[in-house]
């Protein structure tokens, strides 16, 4: 046997991705986001909403509490859900982050997630001319090249999906824009 190490093919499909990527595909780059919790002003409104939930659960829970019994135990349910419409959103980013993987290839990007109970899931976009970036140059930066609408009770909302909080920011996005040039 030989000490030397393995030469290793670079047009070998890379393990676990036999099937997923096409012919001449190649993995370009592969990360994860930054997994710190982040507060925006996104969730300043569920924050303001969640803690005025859990204040009146407590008002009413301190008001039911003096009639005698138990009766005010069914408060703690409002105060609960109070408190996680409060501090809820920027963790639960955090979480799903902490669950994302990321691939850059030749021709696509991906967006791979393994969340408990609901399982594995990759989600595949293409990357081409057409494709419209948006690049957040911050530190930890995101790219953004898809998106999807959702349905609300009021219309829909457009959902922006990317790479979000890499720390190698700059060097992915100018790999992207050479993926839509056909570059790569």
Request: without cysteine; aromatic residues 16%; glycine residues 10%.
């Amino acid at each position: 046997m030989s000490n030397t190490p393995e030469i290793q093919n670079q047009n070998a499909t890379p393990d676990g991705w036999q099937g997923i990527l096409d012919a001449g595909e190649n993995i370009l780059w592969q990360g994860r986001p930054d997994s710190k919790v982040k507060f925006e002003i996104t969730h300043a409104f569920s924050f303001l909403f969640g803690l005025a939930f859990a204040g009146f659960a407590v008002f009413w829970m301190v008001g039911a509490s003096q009639a005698g019994g138990g009766f005010w135990m069914f408060g703690l349910i409002h105060f609960f859900v109070g408190l996680s419409l409060s501090i809820g959103p920027p963790f639960y980013a955090t979480w799903r982050r902490k669950h994302t993987w990321y691939t850059l290839s030749s021709k696509r990007a991906f967006i791979a997630t393994e969340m408990p109970v609901l399982g594995r899931r990759m989600d595949i976009y293409p990357l081409n001319k057409d494709t419209n970036l948006s690049f957040d140059s911050g530190e930890p930066a995101t790219i953004y090249f898809a998106e999807t609408h959702k349905q609300t009770k009021n219309g829909s909302r457009v959902f922006k999906i990317g790479f979000e909080r890499i720390n190698d920011g700059k060097t992915v996005y100018s790999m992207i824009r050479k993926v839509q040039n056909g570059e790569t």
